[in-house]
């Protein structure tokens, strides 16, 4: 008996996506998993650009894609949406900034499979345009730059913490769905509920995207600022799944700031300071030439910037996060 290739819905969650939107969805309708076995929901969270209009012009004339609403405008609540009138015995969630390689799906399908794992996803391939876009995509994807965070730069498959753009069985994400409080960091929040009921993720390489990565340090301050503030609401919930790599940024931004206080005081807090941000800087330096080696000086120079802008953002964030969400504290839960 032949056995029956899995039905696989894909649910895309957009918004002022007009630049990436097409070639998203070009890719996914490139996928050799069949085209009578894969469904595409893509949500749209109040665009104000020409995102729907592109989306609907790829959507046109596929049977089983879909373009619709998300008046909550927020990722978490487009995924629950897709997740809710799912079809397909396996669900994806898709961002509008991702491109798929054309054996993505199937690919997936196979790891769901071999591994008997409760969510599987690829590692994270940023690309970005110009120095600092290929600054930061270097930086995102090293461990210097995120820690141990393995589904950033897994190079054979593995079990991790958290995946990019989980693949599971539709009844997994049917029993967990995403924390609509969460305005970031949703996708760790789940996986750390899903670990907390003994299930497991994993990382396979041979699933391949691309993602468009920050094309500014202001960009990328803001994002890994958010990621900072809004992983101390995912840490309030699952206080078991904290990792080193978690405190490390916030770590770094009070040993400066203890530093920088004794520095006022006097001459040995003044050596502590000097100590610090010189150990701190040779680290960079090192990280640099260690994944810029071979690139552009522009490059080197925006890597070596992005790596102290990463770091801070996110320590800063967790600061915020920490008097923002204090009452989550007390609930041992974050409020919802």
Same mark, same amino acid.
């Given at each position: 008996m032949v056995p029956t290739v899995p039905t696989v819905t894909?649910?895309?969650?957009?918004?002022?996506e007009a630049a990436h939107i097409a070639n998203c969805l070009d890719s996914i309708a490139a996928q050799d998993h069949p085209a009578d076995r894969l469904e595409v929901l893509v949500y749209d969270g109040e665009s104000d650009d020409d995102s729907v209009a592109i989306a609907l012009g790829r959507a046109d004339g596929r049977p089983g894609w879909a373009v619709l609403p998300n008046p909550r405008r927020i990722q978490a609540a487009a995924w629950n949406a897709g997740i809710a009138i799912a079809t397909g015995d396996i669900v994806g969630i898709v961002s509008g900034h991702a491109v798929l390689a054309p054996d993505y799906v199937r690919r997936a399908v196979e790891a769901i499979e071999a591994t008997g794992a409760d969510m599987v996803g690829g590692p994270v391939n940023a690309v970005g345009g110009g120095p600092i876009g290929?600054?930061?995509s270097i930086a995102i994807s090293t461990p210097f730059g995120v820690g141990g965070a393995r589904h950033h730069y897994a190079t054979e498959r593995t079990e991790v913490d958290t995946v990019f753009m989980g693949l599971a069985r539709r009844e997994t994400y049917q029993r967990f769905p995403f924390d609509e409080s969460m305005v970031r960091n949703q996708d760790d929040e789940l996986s750390y509920r899903l670990l907390d009921a003994g299930g497991r993720i994993v990382c396979d390489p041979a699933i391949v995207s691309a993602y468009t990565s920050r094309a500014t340090l202001e960009g990328l301050w803001t994002q890994y600022f958010d990621y900072g503030r809004w992983k101390v609401r995912v840490i309030q +919930?699952?206080?078991?799944?904290?990792?080193? *790599?978690? @405190?490390?940024?916030?770590?770094l931004v009070g040993a400066f700031g203890v530093a920088g206080l004794a +520095?006022?005081?006097?001459?040995?807090?003044? *050596?502590? @300071?000097?100590?610090?941000?010189?150990?701190?800087l040779g680290a960079i330096v090192a990280a640099t030439f260690r994944y810029g080696r071979g690139r552009s000086a522009g490059i080197m120079a925006a890597l070596a910037a992005a790596y102290p802008t990463m770091h801070l953002s996110y320590g800063f964030g967790m600061i915020r996060g920490l008097w923002q969400f204090r009452d989550g504290w007390r609930r041992r839960t974050p409020p919802r």
């Open positions: 894909l649910v895309v969650a957009m918004r002022n290929e600054a930061v +919930a699952h206080p078991r799944q904290v990792r080193i *790599r978690h @405190l490390v940024p916030i770590g +520095a006022i005081v006097g001459d040995a807090g003044r *050596r502590l @300071l000097a100590l610090l941000l010189i150990a701190y």
